[in-house]
Every structure is written in structure tokens, then in C-alpha cells.
């Protein structure tokens, strides 16, 4: 079975704009999950999707928005993008049923 | 509220000796617990998770993790370390009593030394 696979790979965007991120879960995997990671930071949690529904939520603000589709692919978009944006964004799928979340490679958000 | 702490951001062993990584964690439930690594330009890749049962738990490359409940721990251990076991290492725990999210450690940078 093919892995998560997050595009892209690498983002450089300026002050202002908004950027969207795409996330293909493992095939039959309907949970998906987005983090984002800084240094000393670790895993901020982001939030879930199950089944084309937002089941949790972390502590960001509103320009941080995600969507699942019918087919479990997931988008997140961030408006209005400010310099501590800048992060590695990582999304995880699960099978339902099991304990645990397998990871993409991640996409890289560079805000200048 | 749930939380992990990583109480080191950085692990220095000699090659061959015995590693540690430390985890301790707060729930209001039954804690389900996990260890991930990741290496550089990577995501994370799982280790090894506690669910319920013998509170010594074996994973992948060696690694194990015991369960300690009365102390909410759940340290990370090899018996010997390996240079290519060098990476950042996260604990993260499940709160059975708060839904499905996931509560990451900020993380503990390994570092082998050859």
C-alpha cells in the first residue's frame, strides 16, 4: 500500500497570501489528521477529519480551515499567511479501529 | 487536561550502551501511549504504543517501553544504541476518556555517539 502522501513537498510564500496543502490518506484510511511542528514546539495539533466531518479541533485561529473530501483526501488552507506560519505541517491517517496514526513526509512552509 | 512532557530536549549515548528517553504524561482516562521517531526530512514513523496488557511493551528496532502507572511514565529503552538510532524521538497519548485526539511531547533529540 502506497504511504500518506502530503504536496507539496516545499511552499515559499510572503506575508498576506494564503497557501493550501493537500493530503492523501493510506487507501481504506478515513481518519485524517493535521499537525503543525516547529522547533521546541514539537506537534501542535491542528485538527481531524472523519469522513468528510470535522470531529476535533485544536487552539488555532481562524485562518487555519481543512476539508475532507468523499474519497478521504484532505486540504488544509491557511489565509493570510504571517511569518510564524512558517513550519513543517504534517498530516496522519488512521484505519478506524486502531490505535495508531501513520505520518506523511510533510509539506514545509517557508513565509517570507 | 491532557499533556506529555519530554523532560530532556537532548540525549547524548555512547554507541553500544543503553539508551533512555524519557515520557511521562497525565489523562484523565486510561492512557493509551506511543513512541515515534523521525529523521531528518522525514515524518514521523511509529515504535511502539500501550494500549492495555503486560506493562512491558516491545517494538520496532529494538526498542522498548515499560508502562508505569504509578508514576504516568513511559520511558523509551534500547539496550544498545546504534549510531543509525540517532533522531528526534516523540511520546504522544491518546486519553481514552477525550475522543480520538492524539497529545504530542515536544520531543527528544538522540544522539548516538560513535
Known amino acids: 500500500k502506497a504511504g500518506v502522501t502530503q504536496t507539496p513537498r516545499y511552499l515559499i510564500k510572503t506575508r498576506g497570501q494564503q497557501v493550501t496543502l493537500s493530503c492523501s490518506p493510506i487507501s481504506g484510511h478515513r481518519s485524517v489528521s493535521w499537525y503543525q511542528q516547529t522547533p521546541g514546539q514539537g506537534l501542535q495539533f491542528l485538527f481531524e477529519?472523519?469522513?468528510?466531518?470535522?470531529?476535533n479541533k485544536g487552539n488555532f485561529p481562524g485562518r487555519f480551515s481543512g476539508r475532507q473530501f468523499s474519497n478521504s483526501r484532505s486540504e488544509m488552507n491557511v489565509s493570510t499567511l504571517e511569518l510564524g506560519d512558517s513550519a513543517l505541517y504534517l498530516c496522519a491517517s488512521s484505519p478506524l479501529g486502531e490505535n495508531i496514526q501513520y505520518f506523511g513526509a510533510g509539506t514545509r512552509l517557508s513565509v517570507l | 487536561a491532557q499533556s506529555v512532557a519530554q523532560p530532556e530536549d537532548q540525549v547524548n549515548v555512547a554507541e553500544g550502551n543503553p539508551l533512555t528517553v524519557k515520557c511521562t504524561y497525565s489523562v484523565s482516562g486510561n492512557p493509551y501511549l506511543f513512541w515515534y521517531v523521525q529523521y531528518p526530512n522525514r515524518g514521523l514513523q511509529f515504535l511502539l504504543k500501550y494500549i492495555t496488557g503486560d506493562n512491558l511493551v516491545k517494538g520496532s528496532y529494538g526498542f522498548e517501553a515499560e508502562f508505569n502507572k504509578s508514576q504516568t511514565s513511559f520511558h523509551l529503552k534500547k539496550p544498545s544504541a546504534l549510531v543509525s538510532d540517532s533522531a528526534l524521538y516523540f511520546c504522544a497519548v491518546r486519553d481514552s476518556m477525550a475522543g480520538n485526539q492524539f497529545y504530542f511531547g515536544t520531543g527528544t533529540s538522540l544522539t548516538v555517539i560513535p
Open positions: 477529519y472523519f469522513s468528510e466531518t470535522q470531529r
